[in-house]
């Protein structure tokens, strides 16, 4: 690990080879060629990496394309990226807008843009206060959802769940109109198949099957059937059509 490693930049357009380097900045439209190893990547322009990644740290400002693995310590998304493998990371933030073929493990993932994923999500600690669509299973210890956007998951598995109405909707049409503009559209409300915890608190939710121990129906929430093991709440305006404690 002490050997000098060079870097690499592309202002313009240009290529450049996969390997092992210390920086990898692409500013202008450039590609990467190969597997690439990296301490920082950083694409403020549009850059494609035809490889598998390794890096301490990937920043995309502008637009980005991975057409395999990325494995990283942090990765934040400000512009926008596509990975077309699997996503690890130990810490993503998503800001902008950012789309993945396969799944995402990551210890932390906070989501303020729009998240696309056809897999799972796998994660200790899940916020998101705009938009996602998740094709597979998001699992997390603590899953925070502040609806800033249409929210699309198949199943959602955590300790404690806790879905809020997200606190744009005091703030007037124009800041709403912006929001659904960066968060992909569509109303602010959670749809999923199944949700289950032991600990769940929803609201603007439209969901199939909530099971859990201590169990809160919020406004806004139309579920067809709640199995709960402990206590259950329902609020007025929220909609129950079965409810059973296990």
């Given at each position: ?47 494609k990496i035809q490889g598998k990644v390794e890096a301490t740290t990937v920043t995309a400002s502008g637009s980005a394309v991975f057409s395999q693995d990325v494995i990283a310590e942090e990765m934040k998304i400000s512009g926008s990226a596509r990975v077309d493998g699997q996503v690890k990371v130990k810490e993503l933030k998503c800001s902008g807008s950012f789309k993945t073929g396969k799944g995402i493990s990551s ?140």
């Open positions: 690990m002490s050997e000098k490693r060079n870097s690499a930049s592309i202002s313009g357009a240009g290529t450049i080879g996969g390997g092992i380097y210390d920086r990898v900045s692409i500013s202008g439209a450039g590609k990467v060629t190969g597997d690439l190893t990296a301490e920082d990547i950083k694409i403020s322009g549009a850059g210890e932390y993932i906070k989501v303020s843009g729009n998240l696309r994923t056809e897999g799972d999500v796998e994660a200790e600690i899940f916020k998101a206060s705009g938009g996602f669509r998740i094709g597979g299973l998001l699992s997390a210890d603590r899953v925070e959802i502040k609806l800033g956007g249409r929210c699309e998951v198949r199943e959602i598995g955590g300790e404690k769940i806790e879905v809020t109405r997200g606190g744009w909707r005091e703030k007037g049409i124009l800041l709403d109109g912006l929001i659904k503009l960066f968060t992909g559209g569509g109303n602010a409300e959670l749809h999923a198949q199944l949700i289950e915890g032991d600990e769940i608190t929803l609201e603007d939710t439209t969901a199939d099957t909530v099971r859990g121990k201590t169990v809160e129906i919020g406004p806004g929430c139309n579920i067809e059937t709640v199995e709960y093991s402990e206590s259950l709440r329902v609020a007025d305006g929220a909609t129950v059509r079965n409810r059973s404690r296990v």
